[in-house]
């Protein structure tokens, strides 16, 4: 085992502090990564502070993760010293099962290992995340970052943008679609940039007016609020997809009701409560309401290969470590446009 520098939670009542962690030695089908940059994630604040339970401690955070491969074991194929790598939420599956064999390893009937606040498939290595200066993983669940994107505006692709890319692919986003983004967060700016890189007319659905600029500067063709109650009757039916990224409570039915005949509207935020559907938001016009969760490694690479064809990545405010307990207080206050990064350089200083 190797012993590397981290920050991470002690205790869920706890501040992130420095730490130190051990990583495993690389097998023959490993990468070692030297981390570059992390992504900082809002559920890395839900599991640091163990609101959704179960949380593992000592807890490294950190699923956005772009790295340079510094070493490479005696199997490994697709991966050679000085490669740009990217992981994401998962960092291995039973490779077996029904969802593994079609691509979908983030819902491995055994459970993948996720990539922290989880342990290896043995059940029993802890796993730890990318607010760290190493990690090693197998080269099956390590993703290529395209040449030419920003490392540091890549890092959250590994999460908001496949969480975002899935649900436009899963439910056939085109040229010329009408879509609706909920939300101008860190998820929602996503869904904004690359369901217009898709062809596609998207309307933004914000409680602020301030990100009107925004939403138009990074591709909206429309901008509408939601606190003004004229919206919903004014595009009642007119979305063929919703994306829906918010994770405060809201009711689904209004939306639903501007989706047209057959439209589809996909949930990848998590609010906190249950929210009641009515039958008729669905039946009248065969409306439908989906979920979405990650994607699977193949479906990551072919995102992170959109892009570096298109030039996309997040938009972001780069900090140090040493800043990261800050950051939670700002993600909490939606004080940021649109994803936090951490430089992990600051973690060897």
């Known amino acids: 085992m190797q012993k590397i520098q981290a920050w991470g939670a002690p205790a869920a009542s706890k501040p992130l502090a420095p730490m130190t962690i051990e990583r495993r030695e690389p097998g023959a089908r490993d990468i070692v990564l030297d981390i570059l940059f992390c992504g900082v994630c809002h559920s890395d604040i839900h599991q640091a502070r163990d609101e959704w339970s179960g949380g593992l401690f000592p807890m490294v955070p950190g699923h956005e993760i772009v790295g340079k491969v510094t070493r490479t074991g005696g199997g490994v194929t697709t991966f050679k010293v000085g490669d740009l790598a990217g992981v994401g939420c998962f960092v291995d599956s039973c490779g077996k099962c029904g969802p593994c064999s079609r691509g979908l390893e983030q819902f491995c009937e055994k459970g993948p290992a996720l990539t922290y606040n989880g342990t290896e498939m043995d059940r029993k290595t802890r796993t730890y995340g990318g607010y760290s200066t190493q990690l090693v993983v197998d080269e099956r669940y390590a993703l290529h970052i395209p040449a030419g994107l920003d490392p540091a505006g890549a890092a959250p692709l590994l999460c908001a943008g496949i969480t975002t890319w899935s649900p436009l692919q899963q439910f056939n986003c085109k040229k010329g679609d009408q879509v609706g983004v909920v939300g101008l967060g860190g998820l929602g700016h996503m869904a904004l940039k690359l369901a217009a890189s898709m062809g596609a007319e998207v309307t933004v659905l914000s409680t602020s007016r301030s990100k009107e600029a925004d939403a138009r500067k990074l591709g909206a063709s429309g901008f509408e609020s939601t606190r003004d109650g004229g919206t919903f009757e004014k595009l009642r039916g007119r979305f063929d997809l919703i994306i829906d990224t918010i994770s405060a ?43 979405s969760m990650i994607g699977g490694i193949a479906e990551t690479q072919q995102m992170l290969d959109h892009c570096g064809k298109h030039g996309i990545v997040s938009d972001i405010e780069l900090i140090p470590i040493q800043k990261i307990n800050e950051s939670y207080g700002r993600v909490l206050n939606s004080d940021v446009r649109y994803r936090f990064v951490i430089d992990v350089a600051s973690l060897r200083r």
């Open 249 to 291: 409570p809201h009711d689904y039915n209004k939306y639903l009701k501007m989706l047209a005949v057959q439209g589809t509207m996909v949930l990848v935020g998590i609010p906190t409560e249950p929210a009641p559907v009515h039958a008729f938001s669905l039946i009248g016009g065969n409306r439908r309401l989906a979920g």
